[in-house]
């Protein structure tokens, strides 16, 4: 019986994990430029409900672009 190492390193997963988080940071921002901008009246620009979403709308965005990256590359 064999054991064949790991394809990802620690390094590796490490790399992809912060750099995950890095996108999503920039994500969020470029999310919150262009929706709390906009004219309306519920969410103010310097609401902390309003960042919390763009953040969670731009963590979404990054998952779906790692997880689709992955699709298309690996399975």
Same mark, same amino acid.
């Given at each position: 019986m064999s054991t064949q190492p790991s394809d990802f390193s620690g390094y590796m997963i490490l790399v992809l994990v912060l750099s995950f988080?890095? /996108?999503?940071y920039f994500m969020g921002m470029l999310v919150h430029s262009? $929706? %709390?901008?906009?004219d309306k009246g519920s969410v103010k620009k310097d609401s902390r %409900?309003? $960042? /919390?979403?763009c953040m /969670?709308?731009?963590?979404?965005?990054?998952g779906w672009m790692f997880y689709y990256g992955y699709y298309v590359n690996f399975l």
């Open positions: 988080f890095v /996108i999503s262009a $929706w %709390m901008y906009e %409900m309003g $960042w /919390i979403l /969670i709308a731009g963590t979404g965005i990054t």
